[in-house]
């Protein structure tokens, strides 16, 4: 009986590797698994399980957490209008968490003694990986030949061929991983810190002409229609989202952050469906919650994400986030109208029951109707208070504007 070991598997060279490496070199029972998170269509599923097949691993599955992925995390990025860095929408780190730990229940099911990936010692992913694994399955032991090994691509090249194992290993131009997501686009250009990524290096091309205006429909936080169509899965609305963006080339951007192990990383990338969501479910909480509520949820949001990114997903704070996040969504319902147009959006406004601009209680600059001027006098006089009572102990601090440097470089 040979021992079973679980190998995060994409079909890629990396992955590929790590198949045959365990099976010939190891002596291993290698089961992959692909996990579904959004980003694999039915023909690239099927086309990856036949990589697997040809490899004579003893069974290939695909594990589907799409759904998962969205209902425990894509929500919460929405509720909290997360973006990395103001920037990027964690496309990829988001997925990784949830690849992880679908590899991780799979292991336990069928009584692998290993589990695998194919991660270099350079990037984020290893540390997900290993984390997931560490916390939730320890008796598990972590197999990374490509990190361990030190592997170059043509090293790995040259060890398929002398087990038989031919294919296409021609290195793209361009790195490319689609998520229901996002979608990461690396090449050469993003390893400098002056470069910018060619239009030609975008999976998705402008298609759209002229423009064009959606209406996106929220109940309590969560996607529900799009152009006066219900979806029952908001999964399905926001792949809609994405192939209308899409045609306009929307949601192009490059990302500039810290990896977890500490250096600086760069990366482009291609979000539609998560751009304009995050910017439209906003904007329509700027009318529905109050100033306070919008503060927090910010604050907290940026951690979530922080969290997120570093490999933390498993920290119990984040389902206190979580229920913070998804309480505020109470009166989060409502139309928000976009209008497309090529390589950019525009959020045009909003319709809504709970809109906190009601008119009947006044118009900003214009007119009131809830308070009048004399109520407006005292409210200020007290509001001052605190003020004027730190001037009239501090009198040599009361200064005119501007003339506060002019005092102090005098002292100085």
Known sequence: MKDKVVLAFSGGLDTTYCAVYLAETKGLDVYTALVQTGGFSDEELAEVARRAERLQVTKHVTLDETENYYQNCIRYLIFGNILRNQTYPLSVSSERMFQALATVRYAQEIGAK?????????????????????IL?????????????QLSREAEIDFLKEHGVEGNWEKAAYSINKGLWGTSVGGRE???????????????QLQGQGEQTITLHFEQGELRGLNGKTYDHPVDAIREVERLGALYAVGRDIHVGDTIIGIKGRVGFEAAASLILIKAHHVLEKHVLTKW???WKEQLGNWYGMLLHEAQYLEPVMRNIETFLADTQ??????????????????LGIESDHDLMNAKFGSYGEMNRAWTGEDVKGFTKVMGNALKIYYAVNEDEKVAPGSLTQSTDAQS
């Open 114 to 134: 290993y589990i695998a990936h194919g991660s270099t010692g350079a990037g984020n992913d290893q540390v997900r990986f290993d984390l997931a694994i560490q």
């Open 137 to 149: 399955a320890p008796e598990l032991e972590i197999l990374t030949p490509i990190r361990d090994l």
């Open 190 to 204: 993003t390893l400098t810190s002056h470069s910018t990524l060619p239009n030609e290096a975008y999976p998705s």
């Open 293 to 295: 509520q919008l503060y």
């Open 330 to 347: 109470k009166n989060v319902t409502g139309q928000v109208h976009v209008r497309l147009s090529p390589y950019r959006f525009e959020v």
